[in-house]
């Protein structure tokens, strides 16, 4: 059967599938583009579980696209804090200042215009313009590219763009007129049926009928991902710094890692620094001083491996913020990296 037919074929039994099994979640409701968006974002971070109390504490906070183009960056960051990625939710923000200056506070319905917005690229655009606005386009992640690859026997790199683009190409030929349903089925499809971790449960499966991975007995070598990046590995000293039960932190730079994200100080391991030499350049003198303990942070290009110290200084200086302990939990939002040290202080 040729590889058109076979997808083809699928399309009906799975959105009869989704139709029939789809879970009850909370963005799911009545198709609102904006819920659609903000769930769609949140779940690039993270699973489907997790996903749902950060979106019912967002929804509450921020209801609408209006609030969200006038809340304070601070109080955004907040509510991202644990999702990671804080430069999604940093565009969530210009994205919906660009909706009201361009769209007259309405979230486009084409796809060209979505992918226009700061932070909607190929995936959200073809999710918001297919599940909002059932238009016709595909939305591949990687869910949709493991189930494709696995129905068509293809054992092609799933990391690299050209075979997103291909799977794209062939998914817009066949999508159904209930391109929502479709795409959504997909997804879910790969979150509980044709899983990423172990055996897909293909006895389960709606579409078994047309998958060469099965019917050949692929599905241990479908798909195929070859990774390339090696992680670049950094040794850093975090210092959980204390003066008259004050914490100081400090905003890291506009650019790079962690862009604009409040963090302990840190400084980057180098042989024979002493600490009193790195106090010393903060204008910081020791009153008492532990260890707290060790933990590693992986990034997507770097790994931090950091040893942790708790220091009770004699003086506060200017270099840093000096916060109320209970700020770091409340006010701040402080990136999951340093969660480890943030959780010695309770
Ligand atoms: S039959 Fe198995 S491998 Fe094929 S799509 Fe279904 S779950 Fe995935």
């Known amino acids: ?45 993270t699973r489907i579980e997790a996903v749902k109390v950060y979106y019912e504490r967002f929804m509450k906070e921020i209801p609408n696209i209006q609030t969200l183009a006038s809340i304070e960056e601070e ?16 565009n969530l923000k210009k994205a919906a200042i660009k909706i009201y200056e361009e769209h007259d506070g309405q979230i486009p319905k084409i796809y060209e215009q979505l992918i226009e917005l700061p932070g909607i690229g190929e995936y959200t655009a073809g999710a918001i313009a297919s599940i ?25 790199d799933i990391l690299l763009p050209e075979t997103k683009k291909e799977v794209s190409r062939a998914l817009q030929e066949i ?14 499809l790969g979150e509980r049926i044709c899983i990423p971790n172990g055996e897909p449960l ?11 991975a099965f019917e050949k007995g692929l599905t241990n070598e479908i798909p195929v991902r070859v990774k390339k990046t090696k992680r670049t ?27 604009g994200m ?6 980057l ?43 009770n200084v004699k003086e506060k200086n200017e270099e840093f913020i000096w916060v109320e302990k209970k700020e770091i939990f409340e006010k701040y939002a402080i990136p999951e990296a340093f969660r480890y040290y943030k959780n010695r202080m309770r």
């Open 262 to 267: 409040y963090e302990f100080p840190n400084v």
């Open 202 to 212: 293909c006895e389960r499966c709606p579409i078994r009928k047309w998958c060469v």
């Open 75 to 90: 109080k955004l960051l907040k509510l991202w804090e644990g999702l990671g990625y804080y430069s999604r939710a940093k």
């Open 269 to 311: 391991e180098k042989n024979n620094t002493k600490l009193e030499q790195i106090l010393e350049n903060w204008n910081l003198k020791i009153e008492q001083i532990e260890e707290i303990g060790q933990a590693k942070h992986i990034f997507s290009h770097i790994e931090w491996e950091m040893t942790g110290w708790k220091i």
């Open 132 to 156: 909002a606005f059932n238009q016709k386009v595909s939305a591949v992640d990687g869910n949709v590219l493991r189930v494709i690859s696995r129905i068509v026997g293809s054992k092609k």
């Open 1 to 45: 059967m040729e590889e058109k037919e076979r997808l083809e074929k699928m399309t009906e039994p799975l959105v009869k599938w989704y139709k029939d099994n789809k879970r009850m979640l909370p963005w799911r409701e009545g198709k609102n583009p904006y819920h659609i968006w903000i769930s769609e974002i949140m779940l690039q971070q």
């Open 233 to 259: 590995k950094e040794k850093r000293q975090v210092f959980v710094l204390e003066y008259q039960n004050k914490i100081a932190i400090r905003k890291r730079g506009e650019k790079g890692l962690l862009a």
């Open 175 to 188: 999508i159904p007129e209930e391109a929502g349903d479709f795409n959504e089925g997909l997804m879910e």
